[in-house]
């Protein structure tokens, strides 16, 4: 099963892109998704391993409600095109947890 390639004209404004830098961390989806990140992280902090789960996944449909995608940037292809690729569930869960164990990220301008 070939994962869908999508272009950057395709990308949608509440996309997560993985990656860094701040390209990626200029990016609207991004940006969302920080802010959505920054209101559960209090919360995090102090719940129990089961709990994070739970407020992973929490932050994970609230990022995806209105059909936000977590795509990685296909590397070595037509190089004067961006490709993306949505990433599987383990590595958006990854990339949620991470944002709320670390610390928080100020706005860039």
Known sequence: DCPRIITASDRLPDDVLC????PI???PGNQRMHRIV???RQQYKAAS???KARLV???LRQIKEGGARFLRRLEGRNSDKEQWV???RDVEYEKVSHALRGPSIHKVD
């Open 38 to 40: 920054e209101s559960y």
């Open 57 to 59: 996944h929490t932050v």
């Open 86 to 88: 949505e990433v599987d």
């Open 25 to 27: 961390q200029r990016n």
């Open 19 to 22: 990656g860094r830098g701040v």
């Open 49 to 51: 391993r089961m709990e």
